[in-house]
Nanobody, 115 residues
Framework: QVQLVESGGGLVQPGGSLRLSCSAS????????MAWYRQPPGKQRELVAS???????VYADSVKGRFTIFRDNAKNTVYLQMNSLKLEDTAVYYC?????????WGQGTQVTVSS
């Protein structure tokens, strides 16, 4: 069973930065892609950013230029660097792993942007 564990969430002021981490229990290079999703209060879960095993990235329009997804294969960890945070970035952020054996999700980490 694959486990994904997120960390790094918290409370930050508008304009601030946070870095989320997603640690996998197996090699992340075995995944077709790793991604970050978020679910704002009262809304559906949405894709924030994804990173394929070949290094291709996709970002939601709302975070382009502010967020960066990257990985450290040696640590089996995927990161989401979030800069210039806005109030509307408040959400529970989930790590997702697309593997040949199925889709895997972390438990989520809360990010709250508030003044």
């Amino acid at each position: 069973q694959v486990q994904l564990v997120e960390s790094g969430g918290g409370l930050v002021q508008p304009g601030g930065s946070l870095r989320l981490s997603c640690s996998a229990s197996r090699s992340i290079s075995s995944f077709n892609a790793m991604a970050w999703y978020r679910q704002p209060p009262g809304k559906q879960r949405e894709l924030v950013a994804s990173l394929t095993r070949y290094g291709l990235t996709v970002y939601a329009d709302s975070v382009k230029g502010r967020f960066t997804i990257f990985r450290d294969n040696a640590k089996n960890t995927v990161y989401l660097q979030m800069n210039s945070l806005k109030l509307e970035d408040t959400a529970v952020y989930y790590c997702n792993g697309d593997h040949s054996r199925g889709q895997y999700w972390g438990q989520g980490t809360q990010v709250t942007v508030s003044s």
